[in-house]
T-cell receptor, first 112, second 113 residues
Framework: GAGVSQSPSNKVTEKGKDVELRCDPISGHTALYWYRQRLGQGLEFLIYFQGNSAPDKSGLPSDRFSAERTGESVSTLTIQRTQQEDSAVYLC??????????FGEGSRLTVL | AQSVTQLDSQVPVFEEAPVELRCNYSSSVSVYLFWYVQYPNQGLQLLLKYLSGSTLVKGINGFEAEFNKSQTSFHLRKPSVHISDTAEYFCAVRGQAGTALIFGKGTTLSVSS
């Protein structure tokens, strides 16, 4: 596609449920990033993929968070047993190897 | 690990005044530096980037930044701001190729008339 696509754009869930957030990067982009942006806060790095491997997953806040990428394209961020503090906008970005990041519009997660 | 410090969380300024948003990073190796902007209720977009070469980098909307290796800084400047420049500005740094892009906490620029 022309840009980075994320789905769903909005997700409301109950505490304790699992959620999956999807990211379709720009075709041909080898690097893919996930960030979290809480209301009024900066971008918190979660995980970075180069191809299908994740050389840096140091930002995942707990073992409830996991991410995978297949076929050097689509990535899924999974949050298990969601908590209220997980409420945030989850941003995905892609880039060629060391270049500019292109961001998606984000998935807004609200945990009730 | 890389880190980025944006020294001002909020910068209020009057229209047509000059502005500088400060950014310092921690690294002793080559870095790539970026400034991104997030307008209200919009996604992030790139303002400018430093990869190599000239230390003065010009970006969109009249913004520029200067890479200062000795001071590990990459401050963003604009000689005359407009109301439409009101937004959140993020400085970001990446170390050697193959590492993650780390963002600062952001600076809110508020331009009033």
């Amino acid at each position: 596609g022309a840009g980075v696509s994320q789905s769903p754009s909005n997700k409301v869930t109950e505490k304790g449920k699992d959620v999956e957030l999807r990211c379709d990067p720009i075709s041909g982009h080898t690097a893919l990033y996930w960030y979290r942006q809480r209301l009024g806060q900066g971008l918190e790095f979660l995980i970075y993929f180069q191809g299908n491997s994740a050389p840096d997953k140091s930002g995942l806040p707990s073992d409830r968070f996991s991410a995978e990428r297949t076929g050097e394209s689509v990535s899924t961020l999974t949050i298990q047993r969601t908590q209220q503090e997980d409420s945030a906008v989850y941003l995905c970005a892609s880039s060629l190897y060391a270049g500019e990041l292109f961001f998606g519009e984000g998935s807004r997660l609200t945990v009730l | 690990a890389q880190s980025v410090t944006q020294l001002d969380s909020q910068v209020p300024v009057f229209e047509e005044a000059p502005v500088e948003l400060r950014c310092n990073y921690s690294s002793s190796v080559s870095v790539y530096l970026f400034w991104y902007v997030q307008y209200p209720n919009q996604g992030l977009q790139l303002l400018l980037k430093y990869l190599s070469g000239s230390t003065l980098v010009k970006g969109i909307n009249g913004f520029e930044a200067e890479f200062n290796k000795s001071q590990t800084s990459f401050h963003l400047r604009k000689p005359s701001v407009h109301i439409s420049d009101t937004a959140e500005y993020f400085c970001a740094v990446r170390g050697q190729a193959g590492t993650a892009l780390i963002f600062g906490k952001g600076t809110t620029l508020s331009v009033s008339s």
